[in-house]
């Protein structure tokens, strides 16, 4: 079993930056993948980036790619969403998950475990 607790999320001004903090408690196989998806009002969750625990290999979606950046810390079980140059349409409770890693990293079905989420608003 595997708890995740997502914080960093607040008020931010478009161009601004925040780091998103996903701290996971119990045991996180090597296998696993920890990805981080957002959610705004009326929308679909889509994802956002992952990362594979063992190779540390990261992933993205196209649109946030060079925006993003996914980290990790082994010690700290963390898992780490730098944000930069945020815009309004960034603004979505962000949720952090993990799952067995799997080909469908991108799809939020294939994902067992998730946080609370934090919310996320940049104003304009």
């Known amino acids: 079993q595997v708890q995740l607790v997502e914080s960093g999320g607040g008020l931010v001004q478009a161009g601004g930056s925040l780091r998103l903090s996903c701290a996971a408690s119990?045991?996180?196989?090597?296998?696993?993948?920890v990805g981080w998806f957002r959610q705004a009002p009326g929308k679909e969750r889509e994802f956002v980036a992952a990362?594979?625990?063992?190779?540390?290999?990261?992933l993205y979606t196209d649109s946030m790619k060079g925006r993003f950046t996914i980290s990790k810390d082994n010690a700290k079980n963390t898992v780490y969403l730098q944000m930069n140059s945020l815009k309004p349409e960034d603004t979505a409770v962000y949720y952090c998950?993990?799952?067995?890693?799997?080909?469908?990293?991108?799809?939020?079905?294939?994902?067992?475990?998730w946080g609370q989420g934090t919310q996320v608003t940049v104003s304009s």
């Open positions: 998950a993990a799952a067995t890693d799997l080909t469908t990293y991108y799809s939020k079905d294939s994902y067992d475990y």
């Open positions: 119990g045991r996180i196989f090597r296998s696993y993948i």
């Open positions: 990362v594979r625990w063992n190779s540390g290999n990261t």
